[in-house]
């Protein structure tokens, strides 16, 4: 009996849902039943989301305040912190919306250079260091008295207090140091003065343009993410960009 009814079922006709009638054409696509449950699907979900506001905005008490009250804006549909922008931070965003990411990028890149060149030049001279020198010197007992540090670094007893540029007693006899009088060596030394303040401006500057360069690029991260929308776990300021936590998404 059970051989009968499998000849049966195999016999049995698969029907399909019928296309658009001629004479309903101009109404467009007929419906099928996969395209109903996703509509109905829709707006079941769209009802129960419209349910649940409905009874949050009822269970809500009318006294309550909170920050986000003030610090946020609908803008389009979708709601918009309100950051509190400093002098540098609009500086930031001007430079933003008026150039590219890869301008940003080639200033950020002349400004690495010239900091190396600047420092290149600089490396010979006295850096005020508030770190404490820990060189330690091993002698036998006794010699502690008569223990010479000057001869001992074989250098001028002027020069110990130097951290760097300390050559030794031979070296500076091989100098020919040229006369120079007062006035020289005061411009030399306001000479010195300028290209550190120089140097200290540049990396100030690289420093601003990397943050832009960062912040510029999470933006277009963000634009990408259409789908789900990250999370911002942290406000930027003019020293970093915002910090946003990215949700999962497996790649196939």
């Given amino acids: 009996m059970s051989s009968w009814k499998k000849a049966a079922k195999a016999n049995q006709k698969t029907h399909k849902e019928r296309h658009q009638p001629e004479s309903r054409k101009h109404l467009g696509l007929l419906e099928k039943k996969k395209d109903y449950k996703k509509r109905a699907e829709d707006y079941h979900e769209k009802g129960e989301t419209l349910k649940l506001l409905r009874k949050r905005t009822l269970d809500k ?5 909170y920050f986000h009250m003030i610090n946020s804006r609908v803008k389009d549909g979708q709601h918009h912190e309100l950051e509190e922008e400093d002098e540098h931070t609009v500086e930031q965003l001007k430079l933003m919306q008026t150039q590219d990411i890869k301008y940003i990028n080639m200033k950020r890149t002349q400004e690495s250079r010239r900091i190396e060149k600047l420092q290149a030049q600089l490396h010979m001279t006295d850096v005020a260091n508030s770190t404490p020198n820990t060189h330690i010197f091993f002698v036998d007992e006794g010699e502690e008295k008569d223990f010479d540090l000057a001869k001992r670094l074989d250098t001028h007893p002027s020069l110990l207090n130097r951290k760097t540029n300390r050559p030794r007693l031979s070296d ?37 343009l990397t ?42």
């Avoid at 030399?188 to 601003?208: D, H």
Wanted: glycine share 2%; with cysteine.
């Fill in 61 to 65: 008490n009318p006294d309550e305040f």
């Fill in 172 to 208: 500076l006899n091989k100098l020919k140091l040229p006369n120079m009088d007062e006035q020289v060596a005061e411009e030399a030394k306001k000479v010195k003065q300028r290209t550190y303040k120089e140097l200290s401006k540049r990396i100030e500057r690289e420093r601003e």
């Fill in 211 to 252: 943050v832009v360069q960062q912040k510029m690029e999470l933006k277009r991260h963000l634009h990408d993410a259409k789908i789900m929308k990250p999370k911002r776990v942290q406000r930027g300021t003019k020293v970093c960009p915002p910090v946003y936590k990215f949700q999962y998404m497996r790649k196939k």
